[in-house]
């Protein structure tokens, strides 16, 4: 594989979409532009984090930074890679997007640090079920042959919304990397188009059939 070779994380059974869990999040509490604890529920405060994200924090009744669903259930699994010689790969983790600058503005570090790149891939929601984010990117030519790879860090407990979670490479072109979802989106609108359009065409022959017919009775 050429590099770039870039690295996500594919969970399925995980419904981000969700009206409540999408509505989860302080956008204003992010940018450091005030706090409405309302829009956080049901995670308010840090008694109410997964006991995996309030590790050594004593004081639960503070609110929670950040605070709601989607912070709370972000991804934190991490991953080493290495050769069949045993070097280790080199992992870039500048996988962020520059707008998301815009959208953040660090106060101090309470349970996750809010400028960490991986927290803000997982705070843009994805639209199905069954999704990939970017996790890693490795900035050399991975030679045909055997790797291995290693969790340093595996502590996302998917069995809560029985799910799964794989490890997906990926390299890009001009074009982007490859999407079969949206080519078989397209052919299968395109499908149900020309059927509707069949169905419609066969109706309006019928009705004018009908009318020719009424019409030579009367005549």
Not at 105 to 125: A, C, E, L, N
Not at 157 to 182: M, R
Request: charged share 20%; with cysteine.
């Amino acid at each position: 594989m050429k590099g770039p070779v870039h690295v996500y994380y594919e969970l399925n059974n995980f419904y981000q979409n969700h009206r409540q869990y999408a509505k989860s999040i302080s956008k204003d509490q992010l940018k450091d532009d005030g706090l409405d604890l309302s829009d956080c529920k049901p995670v308010r405060y840090v008694g109410d984090l997964d006991e995996r994200n309030r590790v050594g924090i004593t004081n639960l009744g503070d609110v929670a930074y950040p605070c709601g669903l989607i912070a709370n259930s972000h991804f934190t699994d991490a991953i080493q890679f290495f050769s069949l010689n045993g070097n280790n790969i080199q992992l870039y983790s500048d996988v962020a997007w520059s707008d998301d600058d815009k959208l953040y503005k660090k106060t101090g570090i309470q349970w996750v640090d809010i400028d960490d790149p991986h927290f803000r891939v997982w705070m843009r929601i994805a639209g199905l079920p069954t999704f990939r984010k970017h996790w890693y990117i490795i900035r050399q030519d991975l030679e045909p042959g055997e790797y291995t790879v290693t969790f340093s860090k595996s502590d996302y407990n998917v069995n809560e919304f029985d799910g799964k979670k794989f490890i997906v490479l990926s390299t890009t072109n001009a074009f982007g990397g490859k999407n079969y979802f949206l080519g078989w989106f397209f052919i299968g609108t395109a499908i149900v188009s020309v059927v509707l359009c069949v169905v419609f065409l066969v109706g309006y022959v019928r009705n004018q059939y009908k009318d020719t017919a009424v019409y030579v009775s009367r005549s």
